[in-house]
Protein backbone atom coordinates (compact mmCIF):
# COMPACT_ATOMS: atom_id res chain seq x y z
CA UNK A 1 0.00 0.00 0.00
CA UNK A 2 0.99 3.70 -0.94
CA UNK A 3 1.94 4.95 2.67
CA UNK A 4 0.26 8.67 1.78
CA UNK A 5 -2.51 7.46 -0.44
CA UNK A 6 -3.41 4.35 1.05
CA UNK A 7 -3.58 3.03 -2.55
CA UNK A 8 -2.08 -0.72 -3.69
CA UNK A 9 1.14 1.03 -4.91
CA UNK A 10 0.80 -0.79 -8.57
CA UNK A 11 -2.51 1.67 -8.51
CA UNK A 12 0.17 4.76 -8.00
CA UNK A 13 2.59 6.73 -10.10
CA UNK A 14 5.18 7.26 -7.07
CA UNK A 15 7.48 9.39 -9.21
CA UNK A 16 4.21 11.57 -10.80
CA UNK A 17 3.06 12.15 -7.70
CA UNK A 18 6.29 12.70 -5.62
CA UNK A 19 7.63 15.38 -8.45
CA UNK A 20 3.77 17.32 -8.17
CA UNK A 21 3.71 17.25 -4.14
CA UNK A 22 7.30 18.78 -4.63
CA UNK A 23 6.08 21.46 -6.80
CA UNK A 24 3.04 22.14 -5.66
CA UNK A 25 5.09 23.01 -2.16
CA UNK A 26 6.83 25.99 -4.05
CA UNK A 27 9.79 25.37 -2.30
CA UNK A 28 12.97 28.35 -1.43
CA UNK A 29 15.55 25.82 -2.91
CA UNK A 30 19.16 26.56 -3.16
CA UNK A 31 20.51 23.73 -4.95
CA UNK A 32 20.34 23.16 -8.82
CA UNK A 33 19.20 22.90 -11.21
CA UNK A 34 20.10 26.93 -11.63
CA UNK A 35 16.44 27.78 -12.87
CA UNK A 36 15.26 26.97 -9.22
CA UNK A 37 11.81 25.35 -10.12
CA UNK A 38 11.65 27.73 -12.82
CA UNK A 39 11.80 31.32 -10.55
CA UNK A 40 14.75 32.13 -13.13
CA UNK A 41 12.44 31.33 -16.54
CA UNK A 42 9.57 33.16 -15.24
CA UNK A 43 10.74 36.30 -14.12
CA UNK A 44 12.81 36.48 -17.16
CA UNK A 45 9.07 36.39 -18.89
CA UNK A 46 10.12 33.46 -21.19
CA UNK A 47 7.15 31.38 -19.18
CA UNK A 48 4.61 33.68 -17.90
CA UNK A 49 3.43 31.43 -14.66
CA UNK A 50 6.24 29.23 -14.63
CA UNK A 51 4.66 25.63 -15.03
CA UNK A 52 5.63 22.11 -16.39
CA UNK A 53 8.68 21.07 -16.91
CA UNK A 54 10.49 23.65 -14.71
CA UNK A 55 8.79 23.79 -11.77
CA UNK A 56 9.37 19.81 -11.56
CA UNK A 57 12.29 19.70 -11.92
CA UNK A 58 13.69 19.74 -8.97
CA UNK A 59 16.98 17.64 -9.43
CA UNK A 60 17.27 14.90 -7.24
CA UNK A 61 14.95 16.29 -4.83
CA UNK A 62 11.56 15.13 -4.79
CA UNK A 63 8.77 15.00 -1.91
CA UNK A 64 8.85 11.41 -0.53
CA UNK A 65 9.59 11.29 3.29
CA UNK A 66 9.69 7.47 3.75
CA UNK A 67 12.27 7.83 0.43
CA UNK A 68 14.63 10.24 2.00
CA UNK A 69 13.02 12.77 -0.73
CA UNK A 70 15.79 11.38 -2.84
CA UNK A 71 14.70 11.02 -6.87
CA UNK A 72 16.52 7.98 -7.53
CA UNK A 73 15.11 6.15 -4.64
CA UNK A 74 11.60 6.55 -5.89
CA UNK A 75 12.46 5.98 -9.16
CA UNK A 76 13.44 2.53 -7.93
CA UNK A 77 9.78 1.81 -6.81
CA UNK A 78 8.43 2.67 -10.06
CA UNK A 79 10.85 0.38 -11.75
CA UNK A 80 9.90 -2.50 -10.14
CA UNK A 81 6.28 -1.42 -11.43
CA UNK A 82 7.70 -1.62 -14.67
CA UNK A 83 8.94 -4.77 -14.56
CA UNK A 84 6.05 -6.46 -12.85
CA UNK A 85 3.87 -5.04 -15.68
CA UNK A 86 6.24 -6.24 -18.72
CA UNK A 87 7.00 -9.77 -17.19
CA UNK A 88 11.26 -9.06 -16.52
CA UNK A 89 12.96 -10.05 -13.44
CA UNK A 90 14.34 -6.48 -13.55
CA UNK A 91 14.19 -3.07 -15.25
CA UNK A 92 15.35 0.51 -15.35
CA UNK A 93 14.35 3.53 -16.55
CA UNK A 94 16.30 5.63 -18.43
CA UNK A 95 16.66 9.22 -18.94
CA UNK A 96 19.28 8.95 -22.03
CA UNK A 97 17.13 7.18 -24.81
CA UNK A 98 17.03 3.54 -25.66
CA UNK A 99 20.84 4.63 -27.04
CA UNK A 100 21.89 4.20 -23.42
CA UNK A 101 19.88 0.83 -23.03
CA UNK A 102 21.78 -0.77 -26.27
CA UNK A 103 25.04 0.82 -25.43
CA UNK A 104 25.09 -0.58 -22.31
CA UNK A 105 23.35 -3.72 -22.69
CA UNK A 106 26.50 -4.80 -25.63
CA UNK A 107 29.13 -3.34 -23.17
CA UNK A 108 27.73 -6.03 -20.69
CA UNK A 109 27.73 -8.79 -22.51
CA UNK A 110 31.44 -8.68 -24.38
CA UNK A 111 34.23 -8.33 -23.61
CA UNK A 112 37.72 -6.84 -25.84
CA UNK A 113 38.01 -8.40 -28.93
CA UNK A 114 34.81 -10.05 -28.45
CA UNK A 115 32.58 -11.48 -31.27
CA UNK A 116 28.84 -10.14 -31.47
CA UNK A 117 26.25 -10.89 -34.12
CA UNK A 118 24.62 -7.46 -35.72
CA UNK A 119 21.69 -7.47 -37.51
CA UNK A 120 22.29 -5.60 -40.70
CA UNK A 121 19.40 -2.96 -39.61
CA UNK A 122 21.38 -2.51 -36.84
CA UNK A 123 20.82 1.54 -35.20
CA UNK A 124 24.17 3.32 -35.08
CA UNK A 125 23.96 3.10 -31.33
CA UNK A 126 25.18 -0.59 -31.83
CA UNK A 127 27.93 0.22 -33.74
CA UNK A 128 29.22 3.18 -31.08
CA UNK A 129 29.05 0.52 -28.80
CA UNK A 130 31.23 -1.73 -30.72
CA UNK A 131 33.60 0.74 -31.17
CA UNK A 132 33.78 1.67 -27.54
CA UNK A 133 34.34 -1.72 -26.30
CA UNK A 134 36.30 -2.80 -29.57
CA UNK A 135 34.40 -5.83 -30.44
CA UNK A 136 34.33 -7.82 -33.53
CA UNK A 137 31.28 -7.25 -35.30
CA UNK A 138 29.41 -10.16 -37.38
CA UNK A 139 26.81 -8.78 -39.86
CA UNK A 140 23.56 -10.93 -39.80
CA UNK A 141 21.38 -10.86 -42.79
CA UNK A 142 20.77 -8.64 -45.54
CA UNK A 143 17.79 -10.40 -47.17
CA UNK A 144 14.74 -8.22 -48.68
CA UNK A 145 11.37 -8.72 -49.22
CA UNK A 146 10.40 -9.78 -52.43
CA UNK A 147 8.41 -7.08 -54.10
CA UNK A 148 8.96 -4.40 -51.46
CA UNK A 149 12.52 -3.99 -50.89
CA UNK A 150 11.89 -4.05 -47.67
CA UNK A 151 14.60 -5.16 -45.58
CA UNK A 152 13.74 -8.58 -43.83
CA UNK A 153 15.66 -9.17 -39.93
CA UNK A 154 17.81 -12.08 -39.44
CA UNK A 155 16.72 -15.71 -38.62
CA UNK A 156 18.38 -18.64 -37.45
CA UNK A 157 19.14 -19.43 -41.30
CA UNK A 158 21.32 -16.12 -41.62
CA UNK A 159 22.84 -16.79 -38.28
CA UNK A 160 23.80 -20.11 -39.64
CA UNK A 161 24.73 -18.70 -43.02
CA UNK A 162 27.01 -15.52 -41.69
CA UNK A 163 29.39 -17.85 -39.04
CA UNK A 164 29.87 -21.46 -37.75
CA UNK A 165 31.62 -20.03 -35.00
CA UNK A 166 30.16 -19.12 -31.66
CA UNK A 167 29.19 -15.34 -30.57
CA UNK A 168 29.45 -13.68 -27.37
CA UNK A 169 26.11 -12.32 -27.89
CA UNK A 170 23.39 -11.75 -31.20
CA UNK A 171 21.98 -8.18 -31.22
CA UNK A 172 18.20 -8.00 -33.45
CA UNK A 173 16.19 -5.30 -34.10
CA UNK A 174 12.95 -6.42 -34.01
CA UNK A 175 10.03 -5.38 -34.68
CA UNK A 176 12.56 -3.42 -37.31
CA UNK A 177 11.29 0.20 -38.97
CA UNK A 178 8.61 -0.50 -41.16
CA UNK A 179 7.36 -3.02 -38.53
CA UNK A 180 8.68 -6.73 -39.35
CA UNK A 181 8.93 -8.76 -36.15
CA UNK A 182 12.39 -11.30 -36.29
CA UNK A 183 11.37 -14.85 -34.94
CA UNK A 184 13.03 -14.46 -31.57
CA UNK A 185 12.37 -17.65 -30.14
CA UNK A 186 14.30 -19.59 -32.67
CA UNK A 187 17.33 -16.81 -32.43
CA UNK A 188 17.24 -17.02 -28.84
CA UNK A 189 17.15 -20.61 -28.50
CA UNK A 190 19.98 -20.75 -30.98
CA UNK A 191 22.10 -18.84 -29.33
CA UNK A 192 21.16 -20.26 -25.97
CA UNK A 193 23.61 -19.61 -23.32
CA UNK A 194 24.69 -17.11 -25.00
CA UNK A 195 22.75 -13.41 -24.80
CA UNK A 196 20.22 -12.15 -26.87
CA UNK A 197 20.03 -8.36 -26.84
CA UNK A 198 16.56 -6.96 -28.62
CA UNK A 199 16.48 -3.78 -29.69
CA UNK A 200 12.26 -3.25 -29.55
CA UNK A 201 13.14 0.55 -29.02
CA UNK A 202 9.34 0.69 -31.84
CA UNK A 203 7.73 -2.43 -29.88
CA UNK A 204 7.28 -1.29 -26.35
CA UNK A 205 3.56 -2.04 -26.69
CA UNK A 206 4.28 -5.67 -28.49
CA UNK A 207 3.15 -7.14 -24.71
CA UNK A 208 -0.43 -5.59 -24.83
CA UNK A 209 -0.99 -6.90 -28.56
CA UNK A 210 -4.77 -8.83 -28.68
CA UNK A 211 -3.73 -12.45 -30.07
CA UNK A 212 -2.19 -13.33 -31.98
CA UNK A 213 0.03 -10.82 -30.84
CA UNK A 214 4.09 -10.36 -32.63
CA UNK A 215 6.77 -12.02 -30.94
CA UNK A 216 8.50 -9.67 -28.19
CA UNK A 217 11.84 -10.23 -26.80
CA UNK A 218 10.72 -10.82 -23.06
CA UNK A 219 8.36 -13.16 -23.93
CA UNK A 220 10.76 -14.93 -26.43
CA UNK A 221 13.62 -15.65 -24.09
CA UNK A 222 15.62 -12.54 -25.08
CA UNK A 223 18.41 -11.75 -22.02
CA UNK A 224 18.32 -7.70 -22.27
CA UNK A 225 15.30 -5.60 -24.23
CA UNK A 226 15.32 -2.08 -24.57
CA UNK A 227 12.26 -0.41 -25.14
CA UNK A 228 11.93 3.07 -26.62
CA UNK A 229 8.69 4.14 -24.45
CA UNK A 230 8.61 6.70 -26.07
CA UNK A 231 7.88 5.87 -29.84
CA UNK A 232 4.59 3.83 -28.93
CA UNK A 233 3.66 4.76 -25.24
CA UNK A 234 2.42 8.19 -23.84
CA UNK A 235 6.35 8.84 -22.94
CA UNK A 236 7.89 11.93 -23.38
CA UNK A 237 10.92 11.66 -26.17
CA UNK A 238 13.97 10.23 -24.47
CA UNK A 239 12.45 8.13 -21.80
CA UNK A 240 12.68 4.33 -22.66
CA UNK A 241 13.22 1.36 -20.39
CA UNK A 242 15.67 -1.52 -20.02
CA UNK A 243 14.73 -5.15 -19.05
CA UNK A 244 16.48 -7.70 -17.72
CA UNK A 245 15.26 -11.37 -18.38
CA UNK A 246 17.93 -13.95 -16.75
CA UNK A 247 17.33 -15.88 -19.80
CA UNK A 248 21.14 -16.15 -19.61
CA UNK A 249 23.48 -16.71 -17.32
CA UNK A 250 25.44 -13.51 -17.98
CA UNK A 251 25.68 -10.31 -17.38
CA UNK A 252 23.46 -10.26 -14.43
CA UNK A 253 21.82 -7.25 -12.93
CA UNK A 254 24.83 -5.70 -11.54
CA UNK A 255 26.86 -5.61 -14.30
CA UNK A 256 24.15 -4.06 -16.52
CA UNK A 257 24.04 -1.50 -13.92
CA UNK A 258 27.76 -0.72 -13.77
CA UNK A 259 27.60 0.22 -17.43
CA UNK A 260 24.10 2.20 -17.13
CA UNK A 261 26.01 4.68 -14.81
CA UNK A 262 28.46 5.09 -17.49
CA UNK A 263 26.67 5.93 -20.44
CA UNK A 264 24.03 7.94 -18.97
CA UNK A 265 23.95 11.36 -17.42
CA UNK A 266 24.44 11.55 -13.95
CA UNK A 267 21.49 14.02 -13.72
CA UNK A 268 18.28 12.09 -14.06
CA UNK A 269 15.60 14.41 -16.10
CA UNK A 270 13.15 14.05 -13.45
CA UNK A 271 10.14 15.19 -15.99
CA UNK A 272 11.85 12.25 -18.30
CA UNK A 273 11.15 9.82 -15.24
CA UNK A 274 7.92 11.03 -14.49
CA UNK A 275 6.93 10.08 -17.62
CA UNK A 276 7.93 6.89 -17.71
CA UNK A 277 5.63 6.22 -14.23
CA UNK A 278 2.65 7.59 -16.09
CA UNK A 279 3.28 5.67 -19.05
CA UNK A 280 3.41 2.33 -16.76
CA UNK A 281 0.15 3.36 -15.31
CA UNK A 282 -1.49 4.13 -18.26
CA UNK A 283 -0.36 1.06 -20.31
CA UNK A 284 -1.36 -1.16 -16.88
CA UNK A 285 -5.27 0.07 -17.13
CA UNK A 286 -6.05 0.76 -20.34
CA UNK A 287 -3.28 -1.18 -22.37
CA UNK A 288 -4.89 -3.53 -24.04
CA UNK A 289 -7.48 -1.44 -25.18
CA UNK A 290 -5.79 1.44 -26.35
CA UNK A 291 -3.11 -0.71 -28.48
CA UNK A 292 -6.25 -3.10 -29.88
CA UNK A 293 -7.75 -0.04 -31.30
CA UNK A 294 -4.73 0.86 -32.64
CA UNK A 295 -4.32 -2.24 -34.28
CA UNK A 296 -8.19 -1.92 -35.67
CA UNK A 297 -7.70 1.34 -36.78
CA UNK A 298 -4.57 0.39 -39.13
CA UNK A 299 -6.67 -2.53 -40.38
CA UNK A 300 -9.02 0.03 -41.16
CA UNK A 301 -6.88 2.47 -43.05
CA UNK A 302 -5.31 -0.59 -44.69
CA UNK A 303 -8.67 -1.67 -46.46
CA UNK A 304 -9.54 1.91 -46.77
CA UNK A 305 -6.82 2.61 -48.68
CA UNK A 306 -6.97 -0.14 -51.35
CA UNK A 307 -9.28 1.67 -53.22
CA UNK A 308 -6.58 4.92 -54.15
CA UNK A 309 -4.44 4.49 -57.14
CA UNK A 310 -1.24 3.73 -57.72
CA UNK A 311 -0.46 3.05 -53.87
CA UNK A 312 -0.12 -0.27 -52.30
CA UNK A 313 -0.31 -0.80 -48.29
CA UNK A 314 1.42 -4.27 -46.85
CA UNK A 315 0.19 -6.64 -45.67
CA UNK A 316 0.53 -9.25 -42.93
CA UNK A 317 0.18 -12.32 -45.13
CA UNK A 318 2.65 -11.22 -47.45
CA UNK A 319 5.45 -11.80 -45.12
CA UNK A 320 7.76 -15.22 -45.16
CA UNK A 321 7.30 -18.02 -43.05
CA UNK A 322 8.13 -17.03 -39.67
CA UNK A 323 8.41 -13.51 -39.62
CA UNK A 324 5.01 -11.38 -38.39
CA UNK A 325 3.69 -7.82 -39.07
CA UNK A 326 3.31 -5.61 -36.58
CA UNK A 327 0.23 -3.78 -37.69
CA UNK A 328 0.29 -0.76 -35.85
CA UNK A 329 2.96 0.58 -38.34
CA UNK A 330 1.17 0.80 -41.74
CA UNK A 331 3.79 0.64 -44.97
CA UNK A 332 2.65 2.35 -48.13
CA UNK A 333 4.43 2.04 -51.03
CA UNK A 334 3.97 5.28 -53.53
CA UNK A 335 6.35 4.09 -56.32
CA UNK A 336 3.32 3.84 -58.48
CA UNK A 337 2.72 7.28 -58.02
CA UNK A 338 5.88 8.71 -59.61
CA UNK A 339 6.53 9.73 -56.54
CA UNK A 340 9.23 8.82 -54.10
CA UNK A 341 8.57 8.23 -50.51
CA UNK A 342 10.69 11.91 -49.40
CA UNK A 343 8.14 13.17 -52.21
CA UNK A 344 5.20 11.99 -51.12
CA UNK A 345 5.85 12.94 -47.25
CA UNK A 346 6.51 16.39 -48.35
CA UNK A 347 3.08 16.43 -50.05
CA UNK A 348 1.61 15.24 -47.31
CA UNK A 349 2.82 17.57 -44.61
CA UNK A 350 2.75 20.83 -46.87
CA UNK A 351 -0.76 20.12 -48.35
CA UNK A 352 -2.75 18.52 -45.85
CA UNK A 353 -0.54 18.82 -42.49
CA UNK A 354 -0.30 14.56 -42.28
CA UNK A 355 3.20 13.75 -40.83
CA UNK A 356 4.44 10.45 -41.41
CA UNK A 357 6.81 8.30 -39.19
CA UNK A 358 8.73 8.29 -41.47
CA UNK A 359 9.85 8.20 -45.47
CA UNK A 360 12.23 6.53 -47.90
CA UNK A 361 13.11 6.06 -51.48
CA UNK A 362 9.55 3.97 -52.38
CA UNK A 363 8.04 4.12 -48.77
CA UNK A 364 6.18 5.82 -46.04
CA UNK A 365 5.77 4.55 -42.77
CA UNK A 366 3.04 5.86 -40.62
CA UNK A 367 2.30 4.83 -36.86
CA UNK A 368 -0.90 3.94 -34.99
CA UNK A 369 -0.96 4.31 -31.40
CA UNK A 370 -3.35 4.26 -28.06
CA UNK A 371 -3.74 8.33 -29.38
CA UNK A 372 -5.42 7.83 -32.26
CA UNK A 373 -9.02 8.18 -33.29
CA UNK A 374 -11.52 8.09 -35.89
CA UNK A 375 -10.98 11.62 -36.91
CA UNK A 376 -6.95 10.93 -37.21
CA UNK A 377 -7.68 7.92 -39.43
CA UNK A 378 -9.85 10.27 -41.80
CA UNK A 379 -7.24 12.81 -42.10
CA UNK A 380 -4.63 10.24 -43.03
CA UNK A 381 -7.22 8.53 -45.94
CA UNK A 382 -8.20 11.74 -47.12
CA UNK A 383 -4.52 13.20 -47.65
CA UNK A 384 -3.41 9.70 -49.38
CA UNK A 385 -6.61 8.95 -51.16
CA UNK A 386 -5.82 13.35 -52.70
CA UNK A 387 -2.17 12.87 -53.28
CA UNK A 388 -2.87 9.51 -55.11
CA UNK A 389 -5.79 11.43 -57.36
CA UNK A 390 -3.50 14.62 -57.82
CA UNK A 391 0.00 12.25 -59.06
CA UNK A 392 1.11 11.13 -62.02
CA UNK A 393 1.36 8.02 -62.18
CA UNK A 394 4.67 6.30 -63.72
CA UNK A 395 8.21 4.50 -63.16
CA UNK A 396 10.39 6.28 -60.98
CA UNK A 397 13.78 5.56 -62.13
CA UNK A 398 16.19 4.92 -59.52
CA UNK A 399 14.15 4.71 -56.64
CA UNK A 400 13.51 1.39 -56.54
CA UNK A 401 17.16 0.19 -56.42
CA UNK A 402 17.63 3.09 -54.48
CA UNK A 403 14.93 1.47 -51.83
CA UNK A 404 17.70 -1.35 -50.92
CA UNK A 405 20.93 -0.75 -49.09
CA UNK A 406 24.32 -1.76 -51.10
CA UNK A 407 25.85 -5.10 -49.85
CA UNK A 408 28.07 -3.82 -46.81
CA UNK A 409 32.14 -3.54 -47.96
CA UNK A 410 35.29 -5.52 -46.86
CA UNK A 411 36.13 -5.01 -43.41
CA UNK A 412 39.54 -4.04 -43.57
CA UNK A 413 39.80 -2.38 -39.88
CA UNK A 414 38.42 -3.55 -36.78
CA UNK A 415 35.46 -0.55 -35.97
CA UNK A 416 37.62 0.67 -32.88
CA UNK A 417 40.56 0.75 -34.61
CA UNK A 418 39.01 2.91 -37.56
CA UNK A 419 37.03 5.45 -35.15
CA UNK A 420 40.10 6.32 -33.26
CA UNK A 421 42.38 6.32 -35.73
CA UNK A 422 43.31 9.74 -37.32
CA UNK A 423 40.86 10.87 -40.04
CA UNK A 424 39.76 13.36 -42.27
CA UNK A 425 36.99 14.37 -45.04
CA UNK A 426 36.73 13.30 -48.65
CA UNK A 427 33.89 14.37 -50.75
CA UNK A 428 31.57 11.32 -51.58
CA UNK A 429 32.93 11.00 -55.49
CA UNK A 430 36.58 10.43 -54.08
CA UNK A 431 35.67 8.07 -51.38
CA UNK A 432 35.75 4.94 -52.84
CA UNK A 433 38.50 2.26 -51.86
CA UNK A 434 38.72 4.61 -48.48
CA UNK A 435 38.33 2.55 -45.27
CA UNK A 436 35.47 4.35 -42.84
CA UNK A 437 36.25 6.13 -40.03
CA UNK A 438 32.74 6.42 -38.57
CA UNK A 439 28.94 5.16 -39.59
CA UNK A 440 26.97 7.07 -42.38
CA UNK A 441 23.36 6.07 -41.78
CA UNK A 442 20.34 7.60 -44.34
CA UNK A 443 17.67 9.25 -41.80
CA UNK A 444 15.08 7.76 -41.27
CA UNK A 445 15.30 5.03 -40.22
CA UNK A 446 18.86 5.04 -39.61
CA UNK A 447 20.40 1.74 -41.01
CA UNK A 448 23.83 1.90 -41.55
CA UNK A 449 25.38 2.32 -44.95
CA UNK A 450 28.61 2.27 -44.17
CA UNK A 451 30.50 1.32 -40.37
CA UNK A 452 33.69 2.04 -39.30
CA UNK A 453 36.71 -0.09 -40.70
CA UNK A 454 34.44 -0.75 -43.58
CA UNK A 455 36.08 -0.28 -47.24
CA UNK A 456 34.00 2.15 -48.68
CA UNK A 457 32.53 0.82 -52.33
CA UNK A 458 31.45 2.50 -55.70
CA UNK A 459 27.67 1.43 -54.74
CA UNK A 460 28.06 2.72 -51.30
CA UNK A 461 29.40 5.83 -53.03
CA UNK A 462 26.58 6.42 -55.70
CA UNK A 463 23.92 5.64 -53.35
CA UNK A 464 25.07 7.93 -50.99
CA UNK A 465 25.18 10.77 -53.45
CA UNK A 466 21.42 9.33 -54.56
CA UNK A 467 20.00 9.57 -51.50
CA UNK A 468 21.02 12.94 -51.28
CA UNK A 469 19.45 14.24 -54.65
CA UNK A 470 16.39 12.68 -53.54
CA UNK A 471 16.19 14.55 -50.41
CA UNK A 472 16.95 12.23 -48.34
CA UNK A 473 19.36 12.78 -45.20
CA UNK A 474 22.73 11.16 -44.37
CA UNK A 475 23.55 11.53 -40.64
CA UNK A 476 27.20 11.13 -39.94
CA UNK A 477 28.15 12.35 -43.27
CA UNK A 478 29.46 16.26 -42.64
CA UNK A 479 29.23 19.01 -44.60
CA UNK A 480 25.52 18.63 -44.62
CA UNK A 481 25.83 15.01 -46.53
CA UNK A 482 28.71 16.38 -49.11
CA UNK A 483 31.80 14.60 -47.70
CA UNK A 484 32.64 10.80 -45.45
CA UNK A 485 35.23 10.77 -42.63
CA UNK A 486 37.55 8.60 -43.99
CA UNK A 487 40.55 6.75 -41.85
CA UNK A 488 43.80 9.18 -43.09
Not at 4 to 28: F, N, S
Not at 156 to 172: E, H, N, Q, S
Amino acid sequence: MSARTGRALTETAPLVEALAEAAGRAPAVFHTPGHKRGRWIEAAGVLPGGGFPWAWDGGDAVWAPDRGHDLRAVAEVASGLVARLWGARHSWLLWNGATAGVVASILACSGPRGRIGVSRLAHRSVWDAIVLADLDPVVIGGRWLEGWDIPLPPDVRDLRAATDAPLDALVVVSPTYHGICAPLQDLAGFMHPSPLIVDEAHGAHLAFYPDPSPPHGIGAGAHLVVHGAHKTLPALTQAAFLHWTGAAAEPGIDEVTRWLEMVQSTSPQPALLASLDAARLEMQRHGQRRVARAVELARGTRRALQQARGVRVLAPEELPAGFTLDETRLVVDVAGLGLSGWQAASELVGAWGVWPEMAGARHIVFLFTGADDAGSVDRLVGALTALAARSPSGATGRLPALARLPAPGRRVMRPAEAARHRARRLPWPQASGHVSAGVVAPYPPGIPLITPGEEITEEAVAYALDVRHAGGVLRGSPAEGREVWVAA
